[in-house]
């Protein structure tokens, strides 16, 4: 029978296969839920600054994305208020667990 391994704190936990899709199926689903709701601008900005922020290592300018992305920087700002306000909203959700 399958198995996987999967870290949590400090420890290797082996699950079964048919376990671990299940939770790979709602991890899909609550990703969808938070990102379905978001329109093309605001998914290039969330995609450009995921994939690019590791590599810059320092906070990436407003004028710097919008540069990037050919918005204008008035939009990319809001884009990026909106954008923190959700993340906030969801870390609160976590929190009041």
Known sequence: MRGVILGFKRLMVPILWILFTRILRRGAKKTKRVLGG?????????????KNLPGLARPMPPAFIADRLKLDEKRVIQILDESSRRHLELLGKHLEL
Request: proline share 0%; no cysteine; glycine share 0%.
């Open 38 to 50: 978001l329109d093309e601008d605001h998914r290039r900005v969330h995609h450009f600054v995921v």
